[in-house]
C-alpha cells in the first residue's frame, strides 16, 4: 500500500504542470497541449505499464480528469493519465481514433483468398453398360444432326452432340453451365454422357437402346467429374474421382470417353468371370465332400464357350491394350489418357481378370479330363460287354452244332 501511494506523489512530483487545482472540492482540469508537448519531448520510458488499449478516445481522458476527489485521488487520477498516455506509440505513428483492423489482432482468416475445389463448376460425367453391341451406323444415319466427325481413325465410337451446335470444337468455351451435353457411344455397348443432368439420362439411352442388341439384364453405371479452370497452371490436374482442365474440347471428350467406357465394361467381364470362378469353387467343394462329379457336359462346353468369348471381348472389342490415336498425334491428351488409365486401374483389372480366366481354364481341362475318362470308361466297358456277347454266341453255336451231330 505505501508503495502505491509512493507511486502516486512520484507521479505527481514529475508532471506538476498537466494538472491545476484551485480547491479540493473543484474539479480538475487540464488543456490538451501540455499532454502533446510531454509526448514529442519525452520518449517513451524504458520499463512502462501498458494498462490502455491501443486506441485511446478522447472523451475517457476528459472522464478522468473532471472527477471531484481529495488530494490523494487527484494524485491517483493523475496517474491514470499518465498511464494512459504512456502506452501510446511516438507521436505521428497513430492518430486518436484510428480503428484496429482485424489483421492487427489475429482475427483475420487467410483462407478466404483460396477458394474451395469443392465450389467450383463442374461437368458430370455418367458411363453406362448395357448391351454387347451397337449398331453404330443406324445410329448415326438418325442423328446426322448431331454427329460431330471424328478426328482419328478410331472406328469403333461415335460422338453426339446435344444443346448448341453452332460451336463443334468448343475450345475456349466452358461446358459447365452450359446447356450443351455430349453422347460418346461404344460399339461394345457403353455410353458416356457429358454434361447430362440425371433425369435426362433415360431419354438418352432410349436413342441408343433402339439400335443395340444383346440387352443386359442389369445396367452397369459409373460417375466422374470433369472441372474447367481456365487459370489453372497446369494443363491437367488430378483429383478425387475428377480431373481438371484448362479447358474441355471434343478431343479431350472422346479420351476421357474411351478409358471411362473401357473401365465400365471391364467391370462387367470382371462379374462375369467372377460369377464362373464361383461356380467353379462350388463344384470342386462338392467333389471334395462327396467325390463325385455331376457335372454334364453340355454345361461344361458352355462354360468354355463364355470363358473364350469374355476373353475375346476384353482384347478386341474393348482394344484394353491398343492406344487411343488422339494421345499418340497430342501430348496433353496422352496425358490424360495415361492418367485415367492410372486413376481407374485397368491394366491390374485386366491382370486380374486374366488370372481369373486361367483358373477358370485350369478347372475346364482337369473336368475335361474327367469327362473324357468317363467316356473311356463307358467305351471299355462297352467293348468288353460286346466281347462277351460275342463269346456267349460263339459258345451257343458250339453247343448247338454238337447236339445236331449227336
Same mark, same amino acid.
Request: glycine share 6%.
Given at each position: ?10 507521479? $505527481? ?9 484551485? &480547491? ?8 490538451? *497541449? ?14 512502462? /505499464?501498458?494498462?490502455?488499449? *491501443? ?58 483468398? %483460396? ?17 454387347? &453391341? ?11 444432326? %448431331? ?8 472406328? %469403333? ?14 475450345? +475456349?468455351?466452358?461446358? &459447365? ?25 433415360? +431419354? ?7 439400335? $443395340?442388341? +444383346? ?22 490436374? +488430378? ?26 465394361? /471391364? ?10 470362378? $464361383? ?27 463364355? $470363358?473364350?468369348? %469374355? ?34 486401374? /485397368? ?19 482337369? /473336368? ?39
Amino acid at each position: 500500500m505505501w508503495r502505491t501511494i509512493d507511486a502516486q506523489l512520484r507521479a $505527481a512530483r514529475l508532471f506538476p504542470s498537466l494538472f491545476s487545482s484551485s &480547491s479540493q472540492s473543484q474539479p480538475l482540469h487540464f488543456s490538451l *497541449k501540455p499532454i502533446r508537448t510531454f509526448l514529442t519531448t519525452n520518449p517513451k520510458p524504458r520499463h512502462t /505499464l501498458y494498462l490502455a488499449p *491501443k486506441t485511446l478516445n478522447l472523451r475517457t481522458i476528459f472522464f478522468t480528469a473532471t472527477t471531484t476527489a481529495t488530494d490523494s485521488i487527484s494524485c491517483a487520477a493523475s496517474l491514470t493519465v499518465v498511464r494512459c498516455v504512456s502506452s501510446f506509440s511516438p507521436a505521428g505513428s497513430l492518430d486518436w481514433n484510428e480503428p484496429v483492423s482485424c489483421s492487427e489482432v489475429g482475427e483475420g482468416n487467410g483462407d478466404d483468398d %483460396n477458394l474451395d475445389e469443392d465450389n467450383k463448376p463442374c461437368i458430370p460425367v455418367r458411363a453406362y453398360f448395357f448391351s454387347t &453391341s451397337v449398331d453404330l451406323r443406324s445410329l448415326v444415319e438418325q442423328n446426322r444432326q %448431331n454427329f460431330i466427325p471424328p478426328t482419328s481413325r478410331m472406328t %469403333n465410337y461415335v460422338v453426339l452432340k446435344f444443346g448448341n451446335l453452332s460451336e463443334i470444337n468448343g475450345l +475456349g468455351a466452358s461446358l &459447365s453451365g452450359s446447356n450443351c451435353c455430349y453422347m460418346v457411344v461404344f460399339q461394345y455397348g457403353s455410353i458416356v454422357l457429358f454434361n447430362v443432368r440425371e433425369h435426362e439420362v433415360d +431419354g438418352y439411352l432410349k436413342i441408343v437402346q433402339k439400335h $443395340a442388341t +444383346g440387352l443386359l439384364p442389369e445396367m452397369r453405371k459409373d460417375e466422374y467429374e470433369v472441372r474447367e479452370k481456365a487459370s489453372l497452371n497446369t494443363w491437367m490436374q +488430378g483429383g478425387l474421382d475428377y480431373i481438371m482442365l484448362q479447358y474441355l474440347s471434343t478431343d479431350g471428350i472422346r479420351t476421357i470417353g474411351s478409358v471411362l467406357g473401357q473401365s465400365i465394361a /471391364l467391370d462387367y467381364y470382371v462379374r462375369q468371370v467372377d460369377g464362373m470362378v $464361383a461356380e467353379f469353387t462350388d463344384i470342386n467343394r462338392e467333389m471334395e465332400t462327396t467325390g463325385k462329379f455331376k457335372m454334364k457336359r453340355k454345361k461344361l462346353f458352355q462354360l468354355v464357350g463364355k $470363358a473364350n468369348s %469374355n476373353l475375346a471381348d476384353v482384347i478386341l472389342k474393348l482394344g484394353l491394350f491398343e492406344r487411343s490415336d488422339i494421345a499418340w498425334k497430342d501430348a496433353k491428351y496422352a496425358q490424360i489418357w495415361e492418367y485415367l488409365r492410372d486413376e481407374f486401374e /485397368l491394366t491390374q483389372r485386366f491382370a486380374s481378370l486374366d488370372f481369373k480366366l486361367k483358373f477358370v481354364e485350369h478347372n475346364i481341362r482337369f /473336368l475335361q479330363e474327367i469327362l473324357q475318362n468317363r467316356k473311356s470308361d463307358f467305351l471299355e466297358w462297352l467293348i468288353i460287354a460286346l466281347i462277351g456277347a460275342e463269346i456267349l454266341l460263339s459258345v451257343y453255336d458250339i453247343v448247338h452244332r454238337s447236339a445236331l451231330n449227336l
